[in-house]
Every structure is written in structure tokens, then in C-alpha cells.
T-cell receptor
Framework: QKEVEQNSGPLSVPEGAIASLNCTYS??????FFWYRQYSGKSPELIMS????GDKEDGRFTAQLNKASQYVSLLIRDSQPSDSATYLC????????FGTGTSLTVIP | EAGVTQSPTHLIKTRGQQATLRCSPI?????VYWYQQALGLGLQFLLW???????NRGNFPPRFSGRQFPNYSSELNVNALELEDSALYLC?????????????FGPGTRLTVL
């Protein structure tokens, strides 16, 4: 099992809907988890970090961490076409581990 | 606060040559990470430097090497370039190494090997 796994998608949602992105992790990663957004041809941009069990909200974004089930998710409310990008889940272990990313398309 | 900077933006080399890529971290950050991202693929971890020392390296051959300078800037060297080395090379920095520190990325260097 890879340290961090994501469904590669693609995921399509209509404008204004909630986009739900999921990530699972192995025992080899620790307690720090991150979500990055990467537009095509650009470098990843940090959206959220989450360190403790539960929800963390920042504007239209909510990160959820469930340590018992070893998953972390990102919810994007009121999705906009500008949210169309690849979303990378990351976690720390003996190095920084990135998932392969989920491609999100928001349809106007 | 200035972000992570990388140079050059683009680099074109021929097979067998050497490439040197440079990275300056955010002020106050001591850790620098290098990643390779081939077209359409995910981030592949290359190297991690902290306080001038190499802390970890990914599954890449020894012709990928680097160093971190006393001012925490870093360079990545790729020797004996191969066609498959063509990729976007990303540098990231963090304040605390793996102690939960968030990584912030530079804009990347696009390396093309002909």
C-alpha cells in the first residue's frame, strides 16, 4: 500500500455544487496532512493543513481528518469553474508523501 | 514576504550534458525539498535538505545530486542527462522540516532534454 492514495478521477461537478475529494493513508505517515491545488503547468499551492481529528474550515474549503479510518477529505462548497484543477493530498512520515492527485472539473 | 524562487525558468540541454537548477527558500525556512514532475504524472520526491545536510532522498539514481548552502539556498545537479529527465522540477521549502511544517513551492524549472 502506498503511503497516500487518492482516486485519480476525473471528478466533474456542476457550478455551485459541493465537490468531495478523498484520500487514504497508511500507518507509515504521521499526524500532519495537507491539501494542495495544482493548475495545469503550475506549481502546487497549499490550500489547507490539518493536524487533529475533525473538521477544519477555511472559506469555501473544509478539510476533514478521521484517524480511526485513516482518511482525510476536502470539501469545496459552491464550486466555481476556477476551482478546476488537480488536488493533491500530502502527509508527513520519514519524508513528505504526495498522492497522485484528483482532477476536478467544475462545469459552468 | 517573498516566496520560493527558482532559476532558470526553462532549461534546454542535450543528452549526456549536466544541468544545474537553483532554489532560494522563503526567508526563515531551513528545509528545502526537490521534486520531479514528468508531464501528466504526480510529484516524485527527489531530495530533502535541512540545515545544510541531506536528510532523505527518493528512488532516483546517484546522477541526481544536490546541496544546500549556508544561506539555505539549494541547487540540484543532474549529470549525464537522459531524455526521460525532461520534466518540471519543483523546489519547496518549509520552516520545520518534517515536524509538521507546511511546504511552499516555487514556480519550477522546466527541463527539456533533447
Amino acid at each position: 500500500q502506498k503511503e497516500v492514495e487518492q482516486n485519480s478521477g476525473p471528478l466533474s461537478v456542476p457550478e455551485g455544487a459541493i465537490a468531495s475529494l478523498n484520500c487514504t493513508y497508511s500507518d507509515r505517515v504521521s499526524q500532519s496532512f495537507f491539501w494542495y491545488r495544482q493548475y495545469s503547468g503550475k506549481s502546487p499551492e497549499l490550500i489547507m493543513s490539518i493536524y487533529s481529528n475533525g473538521d477544519k474550515e477555511d472559506g469555501r474549503f473544509t478539510a476533514q481528518l478521521n484517524k480511526a479510518s485513516q482518511y482525510v477529505s476536502l470539501l469545496i462548497r459552491d464550486s466555481q469553474p476556477s476551482d478546476s484543477a488537480t488536488y493533491l493530498c500530502a502527509a508527513t512520515g520519514n519524508q513528505f508523501y504526495f498522492g497522485t492527485g484528483t482532477s476536478l472539473t467544475v462545469i459552468p | 514576504e517573498a516566496g520560493v524562487t527558482q532559476s532558470p525558468t526553462h532549461l534546454i540541454k542535450t543528452r549526456g550534458q549536466q544541468a544545474t537548477l537553483r532554489c532560494s527558500p522563503i526567508s526563515g525556512h531551513t528545509s528545502v525539498y526537490w521534486y520531479q514532475q514528468a508531464l501528466g504524472l504526480g510529484l516524485q520526491f527527489l531530495l530533502w535538505y535541512d540545515e545544510g545536510e541531506e536528510r532523505n532522498r527518493g528512488n532516483f539514481p546517484p546522477r541526481f545530486s544536490g546541496r544546500q548552502f549556508p544561506n539555505y539556498s539549494s541547487e540540484l545537479n543532474v549529470n549525464a542527462l537522459e531524455l526521460e529527465d525532461s520534466a518540471l522540477y519543483l523546489c519547496a521549502s518549509s520552516r520545520m522540516g518534517l515536524a509538521g511544517g507546511e511546504q511552499f513551492f516555487g514556480p519550477g524549472t522546466r527541463l527539456t532534454v533533447l
